[in-house]
C-alpha cells in the first residue's frame, strides 16, 4: 500500500511478507512479526521521549542560567532529526535502534520552538516577553497538545468505524495536499532567501491576517487526513506479517505526522491568538 506520509512508503509488496521470504521464516511465530500491540508500545514509547525531550528544552530555554544553550540545543535537535529521519526513512531495519534517539531530538526542537511561539505571541499583544511569554507559552502547548489528542483518537475512530476510508482517491487526494505543502514550503524558502518575504509570513506565528489563518487551516486538514493513512498503513503491516523491527518504523512514521500536526496546530492557535 502506499500513504501521504513520505517515511510509509516501506509497504508495496504484494501478499505477505511471509510469502516474499518463505513460509518457515518471520512469520511463523508472533515475536518476529509486526502487531498491533507492539507497534502501540513502541509509538508510545517514542512519545514519551519525545515529551521528555521538550521538557528539558523548555526547562532550558525558560531558565536564566542556561537560556543561551537552549537555541544551538533547537536547532541541534532539529538538525539531527532531520538526518536521522531520512535515515530511517530509507533503512527501516534501523528504526529500532534510531527512531527514540529521533524522539530525543524532535522533542528537544519541540520544547525551543513553543517557548519561541509563547514570547513571539507576548510580544505582539503587549505581554512582557519574560512572564507573559511563559504564562502564553503553557496555555498554546496544553491547546495544541490536547487538539493533536482529540484529532487523532477523532480520525482513528473514523477509520475504526469506516466513516473514513482511505481508497485510491483518497490517497491521491492526501498525498496531492503533503507534496503541494512540500513543494509551497522550498519556494517560499527559496523566496526568502532572495529578500521576498511574502510567501513565508505564511508560516509566522504572529501573522494573524485571513490567508496567513486559511493557510494554516489547509495545513492542520491535510496532517489529519494522513493520519488515516498511517493507520491504515500499521493495518497493513499487521495483515502482512511485515518483520518485528517495523513496530518501531510505524510508530516513527506515526510520530512524524503527529509533530507536524501538532507544530500545524501551535501555529494556528498563535495566529489566532495574535489576531485578538
Excluded at 523548555?58 to 544551538?72: I, K
Excluded at 529521519?85 to 530509507?90: H, P
Excluded at 522550498?186 to 490567508?211: Q, R
Excluded at 493495518?235 to 510520530?255: C, D
Aim: charged share 10%.
Amino acid at each position: 500500500m502506499r500513504t501521504a506520509n513520505p517515511t510509509l512508503s516501506a509497504f508495496g509488496r504484494p501478499q505477505t511478507w511471509a510469502d516474499a521470504h518463505g513460509r518457515k521464516s518471520l512469520a511463523d511465530t508472533n515475536a518476529n512479526v509486526m502487531t498491533i500491540g507492539g507497534t502501540v508500545t513502541a509509538t508510545s514509547i517514542l512519545l514519551g521521549v519525545c515529551v521528555a525531550g521538550a521538557v528539558v528544552s523548555w526547562g532550558l530555554a525558560s531558565s536564566a542560567t542556561y537560556a543561551h544553550l537552549s537555541w544551538p540545543i533547537g536547532i541541534g535537535g532539529m538538525i539531527l532529526g532531520l538526518v536521522l529521519g531520512l535515515v530511517i526513512t530509507f533503512k527501516p531495519t534501523t528504526a529500532r535502534f534510531l527512531s527514540p534517539v529521533y524522539a530525543a531530538a524532535e522533542g528537544l526542537f519541540l520544547g525551543v520552538f513553543s517557548f519561541f511561539v509563547g514570547n513571539a505571541v507576548a510580544a505582539k499583544t503587549g505581554a512582557e516577553a519574560g512572564a507573559g511569554g511563559l504564562q502564553i507559552g503553557h496555555t498554546l502547548i496544553l491547546q495544541a497538545v490536547t487538539l493533536t489528542f482529540a484529532i487523532t483518537a477523532g480520525m482513528l475512530f473514523a477509520y475504526a468505524s469506516g466513516i473514513v476510508k482511505p481508497g485510491r482517491v483518497f490517497r491521491t487526494v492526501v498525498m496531492s495536499g503533503v507534496f503541494g505543502a512540500m513543494l509551497f514550503f522550498v519556494v517560499a524558502l527559496i523566496m526568502s532567501i532572495f529578500g521576498n518575504n511574502t510567501l513565508i509570513s505564511v508560516y509566522s506565528p504572529t501573522n494573524g491576517g485571513m490567508i496567513s489563518v486559511g493557510f494554516s487551516v489547509l495545513m492542520v486538514a491535510i496532517a489529519s487526513l494522513v493520519l488515516v493513512l498511517d493507520f491504515e498503513f500499521i493495518a497493513s503491516g499487521v495483515k502482512a506479517q511485515a518483520p518485528k523491527h517495523m513496530e518501531w518504523y510505524a510508530g516513527f512514521s506515526l510520530l512524524v505526522t503527529l509533530v507536524w500536526l501538532y507544530i500545524e496546530l501551535l501555529r494556528l492557535l498563535a495566529k489566532l491568538r495574535s489576531s485578538d
